[in-house]
């Protein structure tokens, strides 16, 4: 496996292909950024003022009666302390270590089963795993929430069927289990396909050259597959961590169906919405979503650290 | 793809996730509440708005309210109007509250419950009406929807509706039964279990936790957890009324008694049209919502006084209703409160009347066309006449929270507790007291228990 160009230089310094090395340093041109404006303007509109704007506002605290005023750190160290936000927390990342490596695991299964080319109608599984992808994620969680309804819905169907009395989905015990079920099922193809699109690109050489040592289709997956699709295993790992700390759309759909089971602080994306939308708490909303990034980027950068390493 | 992901990708992917963090964090700011003298609008200037015409954003989710804006329109060509549902209730709040942060997208006329208007009045997001001659009205409309519109000197809007309480039971089921209809919470009870024991796939009613059945239940009991003194604010779930409701409903949750299903949900539509959900206590403002929610029933539903907390008692209590507000960011004042005036003092009021809303006007719930209509719905009874009953019954004294809308939203953190663990009633409700309390505090109100 080759490695790739190296990283981009960091933005605003690019190299323009210059002629002569000492003819930069004479004079300093700044032409460059003539090329790189319209994206800097649009970069910093779009993506460096929003963050900018929620820093400034975990500074302030508004309240119903007192009005707005600068509270510098005391919105960080209220969310620090607060048993409701690392409740969420908590729940996500149990969330994120079983449904991810699950999911992933089974999407490899997929995607090496494709690849293998012993499979019967590959266009229509592959076409039919990533078909719940294209599902939007509101639409999914609304279609699960009815299949899950013990009373009316598919789960009621089945005990009524068979006269058994299956759990309830959307008990407080089963619902995180019932939502990464959805996630699970929804996401299966997205990594399928990364998966698959990795597998794609290896010389068949190798495997000519392995079948002639005798290698069996164990060692070929073992040998040569899994080790020249790490890049592609980390970034898909890397995106369910994201997304999974970003969790939303399930829960949040699915409330109105449970709601003793969800509670408004859910996940960490559910509480700062509620303490915005419901609680009119916009800084302090702000200060959970700064912490959320943080912890988010670390962990996304531990996970490629930990992925990496070996490579190098 | 065979490169490893380099760092400005990352960088780039975490950006983003930031960014789409701190959208649900955008607008906030910039409601200094300043405490102005209410504006001044004569009844000269309204009417001069009217005839001037222009264009009008209602945001309101009553369906009665559709006529209502034909017929006004159709009297008054000049103005026309945009009449937008934004979701019921909380989600309409929120929306309003949002488009209030970012002082823009405001409509000039929007519905609150009257549960919500004394947040909307506290931070002034709605008009103080005194100054458009609202104050002159007081005898127009009953005490207890007048009293709800009003938050200390101020008048934050005009009642559109009222809930007075009542008991919708579907007749056939309770009859198959041989099960009488309640007359006190304690045969209420004894009902559920018959009717359950009967067949088990009936329940005497749905419930997942509704903070607002649960707070007029208390009220009805004649508790007052919330006492309201400006921003000086006392939440106590301990008094006698909260706890008699308690430990009724705690018998009801203990013996699996009631439906696990969510209010407005499909299954609750179906509950309500299949006989599986037996009684349903809430507003007067029901039947059009039966009428058009639950086509299947029509005839079988019936409604009876809210059972008493006593025997031989009349206390109701109120359970939603709402008001028209003009929002203070709406730069037509004058046009928007000849809308109110119309729909809610004029000739809208009989608009709605016919199309199934309970009035909050004193003068239509004393009318005999009124007291006398038969309803469809309910095979033909004259049902207005329990319901302007248990308007007159309702227990002065209450009040909402300045808040109630936020702890309204977490009520089945709380509270909601019980219904799906073995966590007392008595204990969820102090547990929605502690979350509310610390709501209070981190908003600026004194707020003791």
């Known amino acids: ?312 | 793809m065979k490169s490893k992901i380099s760092p400005a990708v990352l960088r780039g992917s975490a950006l983003a996730l930031a960014a789409a963090l701190t959208l649900t964090a955008c607008g906030g700011g910039g409601n200094d509440a300043g405490g102005a003298a209410p504006e001044e609008v004569s009844a000269d200037d309204v009417q001069a708005a009217l005839e001037e015409g222009g264009d009008l954003t209602i945001w309101a989710w009553e369906p009665t309210l559709e006529k209502v804006v034909e017929d006004f329109e159709a009297e008054h060509p000049n103005v026309n109007i945009d009449l937008v549902n934004a979701g019921t209730g909380n989600d309409q709040y929120t929306a309003l509250q949002n488009a209030v942060a970012a002082g823009s997208g405001v409509p000039d006329v929007a519905q609150i419950e009257y549960f919500a208007l004394p947040q909307f009045a506290l931070a002034e997001s709605v008009k103080d009406l005194t100054g458009y001659g609202a104050g002159d009205l007081a005898d127009t409309f009953n005490p207890g929807p007048w009293s709800s519109v009003q938050a200390g000197e101020g008048i934050y809007g005009l009642p559109m509706d009222s809930g007075p309480m009542a008991l919708y039971y579907n007749t056939e089921v309770f009859e198959k039964h041989g099960v009488e209809v309640p007359t006190t919470w304690d045969e209420y009870v004894e009902a559920a279990r018959a009717l359950h024991a009967a067949d088990s796939s009936i329940y005497i009613a749905n419930d997942t936790g509704d903070a607002g059945l649960t707070t007029s239940l208390i009220w009805q009991a004649g508790g007052q957890p919330y006492k309201v003194d400006g921003t000086d604010v006392t939440i106590d779930f301990s008094d006698e009324g909260s706890t008699k409701f308690a430990e009724t409903w705690q018998q009801l949750l203990d013996e699996d008694l009631l439906s696990p299903i969510t209010s407005w949900s499909d299954e609750w539509y179906q509950g309500l049209g299949n006989g599986t959900i037996a009684t349903l206590a809430t507003g007067a403002w029901m039947p059009g919502n039966f009428t058009s929610g639950v086509p299947a029933a029509s005839g079988k539903w019936r409604a009876a006084p809210l059972p008493q907390w006593e025997e031989g008692g009349t206390a109701s209590a109120e359970n939603g209703g709402s008001s028209l507000t003009i929002p203070t960011a709406s730069e037509k004042g004058a046009l928007a409160y000849a809308f109110l005036d119309y729909a809610n003092v004029g000739d809208g009021v009989q608009t709605r009347i016919d199309g199934g809303a309970f009035p909050a006007t004193a003068a239509a719930l004393e009318s005999e066309e009124f007291l006398n209509a038969e309803f469809e719905y309910f095979g033909g009874q004259q049902a207005n006449q329990i319901f302007a009953e248990s308007a007159r019954n309702v227990p002065e004294g209450w009040s909402y929270l300045p808040f109630q809308a936020y702890a309204n939203s977490i009520f089945n953190d709380t509270a909601g507790q019980a219904y799906v663990s073995d966590t007392p009633l008595t204990e969820g409700l102090k547990s929605w007291q502690d979350a509310s309390i610390k709501y209070g505090s981190e908003q600026g109100f004194t707020v003791s228990e």
Do not use: C, H
């Open chain 1, 1 to 312: 496996m080759t490695t790739a160009s190296p990283p981009p230089a960091a933005l605003g310094t690019q190299p323009k292909p210059a002629k002569r090395a000492q003819k930069r340093t004479q004079k300093r041109s700044w032409s460059g950024w003539l090329f790189i404006g319209p994206f800097m303007a649009v970069f910093a509109v779009v993506f460096l003022a929003p963050i900018a704007y929620s820093i400034w506002l975990s500074f302030f605290r508004n309240q119903l009666v007192g009005g707005n005023g600068f509270v510098g750190l005391a919105n960080y160290s209220q969310a620090l302390q607060d048993s409701q936000f690392w409740s969420s927390l908590l729940r996500v990342t149990l969330f994120l270590a079983v449904q991810v490596p699950v999911m992933l695991l089974i999407a490899l299964l997929v995607a090496l089963a494709l690849d293998s080319g012993r499979l019967y109608g590959k266009s229509f599984f592959r076409i039919s795993i990533f078909l719940p992808y294209a599902v939007p994620a509101v639409v999914a969680s609304l279609m699960w929430g009815f299949m899950y309804g013990t009373r009316f819905g598919l789960v009621g169907n089945i005990n009524s069927a068979l006269g058994i009395n299956l759990p309830n989905p959307l008990s407080p015990d089963l619902i995180l289990a019932s939502i990464g079920n959805i996630v699970t099922w929804e996401f299966i193809g997205y990594n399928m396909l990364i998966f698959y699109s990795a597998l794609r690109v290896i010389p068949k050489s190798l495997y000519e050259a392995a079948e002639i040592d005798g290698a069996s289709q164990f060692r070929l997956v073992t040998a040569i597959k899994l080790p020249a699709i790490r890049g592609a295993l980390v970034v898909a790992a890397i995106f369910s961590v994201i997304g999974s700390f970003q969790l939303f759309n399930e829960p949040a759909i699915l409330q109105s169906l449970a709601p003793n089971s969800i509670s408004t602080y859910f996940t960490p994306n559910l509480y700062a919405y509620s303490l915005s939308f419901s609680g009119q708490q916009y800084n302090y909303s702000a200060t959970v979503a700064i912490i959320m990034g943080v912890i988010t980027m670390v962990i996304a950068y531990a996970v490629q650290l930990r992925g990496m390493r070996k490579e190098s």
